[in-house]
């Protein structure tokens, strides 16, 4: 398991170590450099799987859109080189550097590998499910969706979810982990891939039957919803609303990532309602405890107290020291750029600083003096 990630020169930050942990969780303003913390994993992962490769590409690979190396090499980095390091909790150290093309190429969507090690943590460089990442523009609701030519053992939802229908035409009977099972029942039928995304997404969005299809000879696939009781015909997905079709990759991703992996998602919450928000934080905690690596990007309050609540309950069985919370400042915010606070026994937090998901009680507190009475 991945325990620190440092960034030098990296995007806005010049010198940047982050603990991380079995559920790490990034929030705070936006273009703090949440994402930036993703990103950073996505190229190591890129350089690690392309050992013998001179550059790595900064767009167009592993859903990376950075631009040129002027775009992710600190403007103020006297030697135009970026590092990317991780450690784990052996003690162990990986660093990837890179650097420009060249002054006179700065444009280039590619950069010159430096240094690198001379092996790689597994989850960071292994397909799917040992590694996947969802980012926080998925795809809506498709009357089609892709399908993809990688091995079936090692399908992977995609990064936008355009692969979610494939896996669950392909692998719809494989078996759920038991720590990750919805059901209290153990039987076969009610473990497999498909049971269980139908049973946690009844608790995060609503009741829904799935059924996946992939087409013979064709790179098609489709899915479909039924409400379960009821005498209703399949429903195509565009009318099946947003919450389903952005919930759902995040769901079976998480179903199907192996023990010792690293799962990256951004805005879980999207599209969701408050309480299907605190489910998927509670759903996600429980995937966390059940031996996968999760890096969160949130902006919900709702999937932060669903994380609190599994803590402190114990059906996630995620202890307070396997969750870290990272609060990314503003570049023009007082204060450390990025302020780490973690979860005690009993869901409190260990600070809560300006900014921190208090809107709520900014609000509350503004419209209370607009009632007042005037003098």
Known sequence: ???GIRLENFKRFRDLSLKVAELTVLTGANGAGKTSVFHSLLLARQMARQPDRSHVELSGVDALELGSAEDVIH???????????????????????????GSSDMRSLNAIVVDRPDDYPEALAEPAPRFCYLRAERLGPRDALSASAANVAELDVGSRGEYVAQVLASLDR?????????????????????????????????????????????SVTRLRFKTP???????????????????????????????????????????????GQSMIGRFLARVAADGVQIFLETHSDHVLNGI???????????????????????EDDEGPPVQSLVVKETGQLSGWPAGFFDQAQVDLGTLASKRRPKK
């Open 1 to 3: 398991m991945i325990s």
């Open 75 to 101: 403007r103020e980095a006297s030697d135009e080189l970026a590092a990317v390091e991780v450690f784990d909790l052996e003690g162990r150290r990986w660093r990837w550097s890179f650097r420009s093309t």
């Open 174 to 218: 494989s078996r759920v982990r038991p720590g990750r099972i919805e059901s209290s029942s153990a039987e076969t039928q009610l473990a497999s891939l498909r049971h269980q995304t139908e049973s946690w997404m009844a608790k995060i969005v609503r009741p829904t039957q799935i059924e996946a299809e992939w087409f013979p000879d064709t």
């Open 229 to 275: 009781g009821l005498r209703s015909e399949w429903t195509r997905a565009p009318n099946a609303g947003f919450g389903i079709s952005y919930a759902l990759p995040i769901v079976v991703a998480a179903l199907r990532a192996e023990a010792g992996g690293l799962l990256l998602v951004e805005n879980p919450e999207a599209h969701l309602h408050p309480a």
């Open 308 to 330: 609190r609540l599994a803590v402190v309950d114990g059906t996630a069985a995620l202890l307070p020291e396997q969750v870290v919370i990272h609060f990314f400042r503003a």
